[in-house]
């Protein structure tokens, strides 16, 4: 058995998706016999009771992220847990920060979505978009695993086990999802199920999924009562996978749940929150599974609304996106294939090796 400690933070702020594609790895890893130990400067409870929850112990390491004392206090609870490895996920990871964590003499597994240059300092780099192949990588961390594309996609147990059933036909689902992930930092989830419930089309229901980390929690699901039996809100879902499978049409947040949804073959509206998400939107439209809209700059509430009505009235077209959906490379394996990669990279600095990028299988 090997120790791993996984280094993400959550908050309202940032959202909880760099914790939760960790989490999925390490449910993969557990299967496998090896114990994950999550580190954290920033949680919230949400978090904290869903990774206890799911058994995984928790550390808090000193602040702020990404500086000096965080860098000591992550080194020291790896030799203190006589780590094998970490994984890294964070935008505020610093050159000089993974510099000194991959200076510790373990294996180390980046996340990346941006792929700025920056180098990673890393054994192993995932990047589940689907444009990451075309990323400079081989600068950003020469030698490393390279674990791209969307057979990468790390899918959470829950998810996985909803893909592996047999998926309905477009008419059979009845549900416009809406999930803006774990803590919707621009607040869209309210406005948008508002302007949906007051056009809502006959036979439609409405369910919008708000993360547990989200400040707006309970406003949204007193909101949510003063609706009709058309319209549910659910806070803190515990099964996502079966509420994702339910789903005609998703109105999702563009960053993580992309390869969720995608994996179960829902037809999406990919909002696009934040600037790290939005290379990724794009390119996952150009596959037909989905379209993007940006929520950036401005009120983009209309623009939403009008782009989800009119593909939940075209039903053929949503049958194309499912299929196209359905044609990707995503079988729902990513997070195991994340796991054994992380347990066997080599460590390219003290061992340096060709470029390469790792196979799917």
């Excluded at 990346?112 to 192993?124: I, K, N, R, V």
């Excluded at 707006?216 to 009709?228: H, I, M, P, S, V």
Aim: glycine share 12%; net charge neutral.
């Amino acid at each position: 058995m090997a120790i791993i400690l996984a280094r993400a933070d959550a908050s309202p702020a940032i959202g909880t998706g760099h914790v939760m594609r960790c989490l999925a790895v390490a449910e993969a890893l557990r299967d496998d016999g090896h114990e994950v130990v999550f580190a954290a400067v920033e949680s919230t409870p949400a978090i904290d009771r869903r990774l206890d929850s799911e058994g995984f112990r928790r550390i808090a390491i000193a602040g702020p992220v990404g500086e000096a004392a965080d860098l000591a206090a992550t080194r020291s609870a790896l030799r203190r847990e006589h780590c094998a490895a970490v994984m890294l996920d964070g935008y505020r990871f610093g050159e000089a920060y993974r510099a000194g964590v991959q200076a510790a003499g373990l294996r180390v597994l980046a996340w990346d979505d941006l792929g700025d240059g920056t180098p990673l300092h890393a054994d192993a780099v995932v990047n589940a978009a689907p444009q990451a192949h075309r990323l400079p990588y081989d600068r950003m961390a020469p030698g490393a695993l390279l674990l791209l594309g969307p057979g990468y996609a790390p899918l959470r147990r829950e998810v996985r086990l909803a893909a592996r059933a047999g998926r309905a036909g477009i008419a059979e689902r009845p549900v416009l999802l809406l999930t803006f992930g774990g803590s919707d930092p621009l607040g869209l989830t309210g406005p948008v199920l508002a302007a949906l419930e007051a056009v809502r089309p006959e036979g439609c229901r409405l369910v919008a999924v708000v993360g547990g980390s989200n400040p707006r929690a309970a406003e949204l699901a007193a909101l949510g009562d003063t609706f009709g039996s058309g319209v549910a809100v659910h806070v803190d879902c515990p099964r996502m996978g079966a509420v994702m499978a339910e789903a005609g049409l998703a109105v999702s947040a563009g960053g993580g749940t992309m390869g969720e949804l995608a994996a179960l073959a829902v037809p999406t509206l990919l909002v696009v929150t934040a600037d790290n998400q939005a290379a990724a939107s794009a390119e996952a439209a150009t596959l037909g599974w989905c379209e993007a809209v940006d929520a950036r700059a401005g009120d983009a509430v209309p623009a939403i609304v009008t782009a989800a009505l009119a593909l939940w009235k075209d039903g053929k077209r949503r049958e194309r996106m499912a299929g196209a959906a359905a044609a990707l490379p995503l079988d729902g394996e990513g997070a195991g294939r994340i796991a054994r990669a992380l347990m066997t990279a080599r460590l390219h600095h003290a061992h340096p090796q060709a470029y390469r990028q790792a196979p799917q299988g």
